[in-house]
């Protein structure tokens, strides 16, 4: 009887051991983000890298994104999408960053991104609209 109450123990806080994580680094979602200027998708280059910043814990966007950010990820050259890896169950607000060649100018926004638990090992394809 000892063993099943220990078994029971461990696997209650194992539980909740993961359950109770935060948001933020350290897990195994991906989100594949593809900026988006009028539906044309912006590519990095080896001038203008696409820059996604991300926000833990927020569903709204914080008052400077470029600065308030707890981490942040930059596009590969060529790329369609950036890649941010790692993250563990929660909500986020994502703010990208691009440049569009069609009009010449640096592009934005962001939108708030909830990882749900049971995606937590899953990528996730996150279109941006980004405007001037």
Known sequence: ?????TLLALATLAFFADSCTKEGLGGEAVLAVTLKHHSAVIYSTATHRDTVYVKFNTKEA???PTKEYDAIFVGEVGEDHV????????????????????VNERVIGGL????????RKAEQDISLAVTE
Do not use: Q, T, W
């Not at 890649?83 to 069609?102: N, V």
């Open 1 to 5: 009887m000892k063993k099943y109450s």
């Open 62 to 64: 914080p008052a400077n």
């Open 83 to 102: 890649h941010i890896e790692g993250l563990k169950h929660g909500d986020y607000y994502i703010y990208g960053a691009g440049f569009d060649p069609a």
């Open 112 to 119: 708030p991104v909830k990882i749900k638990r049971k995606d």
